[in-house]
């Protein structure tokens, strides 16, 4: 599996983005995080792809959308209200199954992420 995510830029505050990201395969749970250079990353909305509820962080919440198109094998991540704290690098990751779990806070952990994309720039001023 490969993931490529695209729809990045730059946006003023209280403004939106949507972010891509195509899969060449397939995955149980795949999701997005987050990560400023030097910082943590945090892990921001995740599900399972055979379908249930998506978890978001809190950060997030409210204001941050996944979903996805099976058909264009994509996922995606409408951000809305956007705030400047919420400039980063944004990444597509799947879970590997050794998480044992699904969610927002297991995509903040390298260890249990089995693919990630090349990431997408966002930045709001």
């Known amino acids: 599996v490969q993931l490529v995510e695209s729809g990045g830029g730059s946006v003023q505050a209280g403004g939106s983005l949507r972010l891509s990201c195509a899969a060449s395969?397939?995955?149980?749970?795949v999701g997005w995080f987050r990560q400023v250079r030097g910082n943590e990353r945090e892990g921001l909305a995740a599900?399972?792809?055979?379908?249930?509820?998506?978890d978001y962080a809190d950060s997030v919440k409210g204001r941050f959308t996944l979903s996805k198109d099976d058909a264009k094998k994509a996922i995606y991540l409408q951000m809305n209200s956007l705030k400047r704290e919420d400039t980063a690098m944004y990444y597509c990751?799947?879970?590997?199954?050794?998480?044992?779990?699904?969610?927002?806070?297991?995509?903040?952990?390298?260890?249990?992420?089995?693919?990630r994309g090349q990431g997408t720039q966002v930045t709001v001023s």
């Open positions: 990751a799947t879970v590997s199954a050794l998480a044992l779990r699904c969610d927002a806070a297991v995509l903040a952990n390298p260890k249990y992420l089995e693919l």
């Open positions: 395969g397939s995955a149980d749970c």
């Open positions: 599900f399972y792809t055979a379908g249930g509820g998506t």
